[in-house]
């Protein structure tokens, strides 16, 4: 069957189209994007501005016909942080729904951990025991922990890349000041979640998953032959600390020309690395896999499960 997955992110709107079913792995057959960087439209009352909700709508009405067009046997739409912590959200999802037909599904913080750890473990398979997952999102720092495919702590932090741009690297580039803030707010808040998982015994796999984690892994990581089509991505702690500092030097506009660093991502990087740092450090990880596989694939694999 063909089904699709409209992510309705904090930095994009992104459909993906794959054929799909259950018990096979999903086969991406197209992809339509919009970058939008809503955190940009968040006003201080924590509501989406009218100009951030015209972009959004107007990515999600382009999406929604490409999806009509694409004869889907379903389309799975959800949305993830930006939209979920917008004091205006609901109107806001109303207003979609009447404008384009799409009726989103908001994602809990703890959902989207979830949907994420399944997808990598199922990537990753029973063999990697214990899986860590640490997943950077525009809005959010999601973290999990299990042997199972539920894991058994699930997270989602404060921490997106997006917002810790917003929120502290107010210059371009930033300021070695803003960077040391960024850094004293991550630790602490990842300290206190720490503790969630003590106990749990030591990760046999260490994962990151998301763009941002890919995007840091191409430019500071590196790469080995794999299984099947994918090539092993890895990063280590030590490469990406002499890198984000590096990083932080480079206008925003300037940094697209480093291996791995897209347009899309270019004003957030610097803070998702310094976020990604800061996670590893409190993890006391030295280095992690990059999963190709994410949220989005997540969703599908919940909804093929279901149908089975």
Known sequence: MRLGVLDVGSNTVHLLIVDAHSGARPV??????????????IDSDGSITDEG???LVGAIRDAARIAKESNLDELLPMAT?????????????????????????VLSGEEEAR???????????WSAGNILLFDIGGGSLEIALGKDEEPEVALSLPLGAGRSTIGFLHNDPPTEAQQNSLRDHARS??????????????PGQIVGSSKTIRSLARLAGSETDGVGE???LTLRRNRLDDWVPRLAQIPADSRPALPG???DRTFQIVAGGIVLSEAM??????ELDVSPWATREGVLLRYLDRLA
């Open 28 to 41: 991406a057959e197209a992809s339509h994007k919009s970058v939008l960087r809503l955190m940009r439209y």
């Open 53 to 55: 909700v015209s972009s």
């Open 81 to 105: 942080s930006a939209v979920r912590e917008a004091t205006n959200g609901p109107e806001v999802l109303a207003l979609i729904k009447r404008e384009t037909g799409i009726d989103l599904h």
């Open 115 to 125: 949907l994420t750890f399944l997808a990598v473990r199922r990537w990753y398979g």
């Open 189 to 202: 808040v990842l300290e206190a979640a720490r503790s969630e998982f003590s106990g749990l015994g030591k």
């Open 230 to 232: 994918e090539d092993r």
């Open 261 to 263: 660093i897209t347009t």
């Open 281 to 286: 450090a409190a993890f006391n990880v030295r």
